[in-house]
């Protein structure tokens, strides 16, 4: 798998992507404070900040005797620049080019 | 709650198909940084108590107003080609400079196969200001976007030679 398709399998579920938006809200929690805010067992949010951490969309970092989980958005970000930039710029020239046409007509 | 925690660091990771030795070149040396991202030309006395300043790259110095030091600071650990710790401060406006200094780490290590993995911990406590435009949050207005663009910069110009920022 590479590093994009680890990205795009971690963000198809919903759950993980709650939990990337409740650490977009408020970054470096504990395990113990997203699982209060999911229906789920401990063990199956665990799961859930593995898939996200093999993707490297969260880092998990100790503090003292915590484990905090932090968003990082760079992957997000690596698949905006090579990919969605490269076509918005084309949709972008091609709109462009229609009133340039249209304005010339 | 008594489980609640609160933090003003951010956390940024990249894993880069590269040596640490040329993931430390490429954040320590003047030739690197005005390569990528902000382009800054690094300013730098690489040993701890050294001097940490940034100064603006020619894509920089076309905008008017830039001070000469755009970002200063101290190094606090310097460990190639693995931990650089420094304070940092940005001084493209007084209210960013009236922030006062945030710490900033880069920790470098290679995770084998040829892939070294970055990553940068800013702890900005106290610089609210600093802490939206080093996460990208005036983006919109030309201001950058933040270390999670820098890093992606950076893969770019240490994998393909070339980069998105001068684009």
């Given at each position: 798998m590479t590093d994009d398709d680890r990205v795009f399998k971690a963000l198809a579920d919903p759950t993980r992507r709650f939990l990337l938006d409740r650490l977009?809200?408020?970054?470096?929690?504990?395990?113990?404070?997203?699982?209060?805010?999911?229906?789920?067992?401990?063990f199956g949010v665990?799961?859930?900040?593995?898939?996200?951490?093999?993707?490297?969309?969260?880092?998990?970092?100790?503090?003292?005797?915590?484990?905090?989980?932090?968003?990082?958005?760079?992957?997000?970000?690596?698949?905006?620049?090579?990919?969605?930039?490269?076509?918005?710029?084309?949709r972008v020239s091609a709109?462009?080019?229609?009133?340039n046409e249209l304005e010339s007509a | 709650m008594s489980t609640m925690t609160e933090t003003t660091t951010q956390i940024y990771r990249v894993y880069i198909r590269t040596s640490p030795e040329?993931?430390?070149?490429?954040?320590?040396?003047?030739?690197?940084?005005?390569?990528?991202?902000?382009q800054g030309v690094a300013d730098y006395d690489l040993r701890a108590g050294g001097r940490a300043n940034m100064r603006p790259g020619a894509a920089m110095r076309a905008f008017e107003g830039i001070p000469e030091t755009i970002i200063d600071g101290e190094f606090l650990e310097?460990?190639?080609?693995?931990?650089?710790v420094q304070t940092w401060r940005m001084l493209m406006d007084g209210g960013l400079a009236e922030e006062g200094f945030t710490?900033?780490?880069?920790e470098i290590e290679s995770v084998g196969e040829g892939v070294t993995k970055l990553t940068v911990i800013h702890d900005l406590e106290d610089a609210p200001k600093l802490a939206n435009v080093v996460s990208g949050g005036i983006e919109a207005e030309g201001g950058g976007g933040g270390w999670a663009w820098v890093l992606s910069d950076l893969k770019s110009v240490l994998e393909t030679g070339s980069h998105m920022a001068a684009n």
């Open positions: 977009f809200v408020r970054d470096g929690r504990t395990l113990t404070e997203l699982e209060s805010e999911l229906e789920m067992t401990r665990m799961k859930h900040l593995k898939v996200l951490e093999e993707a490297n969309l969260v880092v998990a970092r100790r503090s003292g005797r915590e484990k905090l989980h932090y968003l990082n958005p760079v992957p997000i970000r690596l698949i905006h620049d090579r990919w969605i930039d490269k076509y918005t710029e084309r709109l462009v080019d229609l009133k | 040329a993931v430390w070149d490429a954040i320590t040396k003047p030739e690197w940084t005005e390569r990528y991202g902000y310097v460990d190639p080609p693995r931990r650089l710490r900033l780490t880069h």
